[in-house]
C-alpha cells in the first residue's frame, strides 16, 4: 500500500506520513522538532518551502498569500500531503533530532 512520505532537508531524514497527519505530526512523530508555534495555521512559524510535492491544507484560509503559496511556500502544521501516495519534500534548516 502506498505511503505519503515527507522528505525534510537539508536534514536529509525521509518519514511516513500517516493519512490525516499534518506534516509537522508525521516530523513531530519520527522523532525531528520543527519550528512551530499555534499548529492551526495563523502564526506562521512553521512557514517553509516545499521544493516538490503537493499539499492541501486542514484549514480553508491558512496564513499564507497567494504569492507566497505560488513561490511554494508552505505551513507543515495544517499541511497534508495532497495524495496518500505523495511524496512532499520540504527546506527547513532549523529541523532538528530530538535527542534520544
Ligand atoms: S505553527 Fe503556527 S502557522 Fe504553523
Not at 497527519?21 to 512559524?45: D, F, H, K, V
Not at 491544507?57 to 505523495?86: F, H
Request: include cysteine; aromatic fraction near 2%; hydrophobic fraction near 40%.
Amino acid at each position: 500500500m502506498p505511503v505519503a512520505t515527507l522528505t525534510l532537508l537539508p536534514l536529509g531524514d525521509t518519514v511516513p506520513v500517516a493519512p490525516g497527519q499534518s506534516l509537522l505530526e508525521a516530523a513531530l512523530a519520527a522523532g525531528i522538532e520543527l519550528p512551530r508555534s499555534c499548529r492551526n495555521g495563523t502564526c506562521r512559524a512553521c512557514r517553509c518551502q516545499m521544493l516538490s510535492g503537493a499539499v492541501r491544507y486542514r484549514t480553508e484560509w491558512p496564513g499564507l498569500s497567494l504569492d507566497e503559496r505560488e513561490a511554494g511556500e508552505i505551513l507543515p502544521c495544517v499541511a497534508l500531503p495532497a495524495t496518500e501516495a505523495d511524496a512532499v519534500v520540504i527546506a527547513v534548516p532549523q529541523a532538528r533530532r530530538r535527542p534520544t
